[in-house]
């Protein structure tokens, strides 16, 4: 029996990063501080930091409000369900976004968080795409639906939005997605020993581990 990955430990990550976010955009507002200086800005050897720093930069609470609850989704995402290489995939989408911005985008600042954000939605999509695996899949399709929408922001149009950003954070994730490919998953392993072995029907496969949500382990 494989060692599962609960709810709990899941959350800890996107907490302890969407908490950081929050909290370096409050000090930013009480502080009245430009850190907007701080953000990527392509080929300037000023706008490296950027590269770490960007995602952690705001220009408000609407902006920091509408990226965070999606960061913090797909990262328990791929914590719970791709554990094995979630934190390197995350770090990976993270720094390699804000490479390609650097080398590629349009010589402005680019702040926020949303990059990264299309880089973990199209992680998770591309996952299922390349794994074939059941809940892979089942994600796949979900992430259709709850961010279709998130297709035109990969389109220049709107003023003040780095789409460039978001079309090279989308193909990161692509690119991370592919290369774990081949990582088998606890879960896929088990699911795959059960089809091998017919001793569980279809049917009676679970989405989640039947103990996800046991708050005993840490």
Not at 141 to 153: C, D, M
Request: hydrophobic fraction near 50%.
């Amino acid at each position: 029996m494989y060692k599962h990955v609960t709810l709990k430990q899941a959350v800890k990550l996107p907490l302890l990063f969407t908490g950081f976010m929050w909290l370096v955009h409050i000090v930013k507002v009480i502080g009245h501080f430009n850190w907007n200086k701080y953000g990527v800005h392509p080929r300037e050897i000023d706008g490296l930091p950027g590269i770490l720093l960007a995602p952690l930069l705001h220009s408000n609470f609407q902006h920091l409000f509408s990226n965070s609850i999606p960061l913090f989704l797909m990262m328990t995402l791929i914590m719970l369900f791709y554990s094995r290489v979630a934190k390197i995939s995350i770090i990976t989408i993270y720094i390699l976004t804000g490479v390609t911005v650097w080398f590629f985008a349009r010589p402005v600042y680019h702040i926020g968080a949303s990059g990264v954000v299309y880089g973990l939605i199209s992680f998770v999509f591309w996952s299922g795409v390349f794994r074939k695996n059941f809940r892979s899949i089942i994600l796949s399709i979900v992430i259709v639906f709850l961010y279709s929408g998130y297709i035109e922001g990969v389109f220049p149009g709107k003023p003040g939005i780095s789409w460039e950003s978001h079309l090279l954070g989308a193909i990161v994730g692509v690119f991370v997605a592919f290369l774990v490919r081949n990582v088998e998953e606890e879960h896929e392993k088990a699911d795959r020993k059960r089809e091998l072995e017919h001793d569980e029907p279809y049917e009676e496969k679970y989405f989640f581990d039947r103990d996800i949500f046991n708050i005993n382990d840490d």
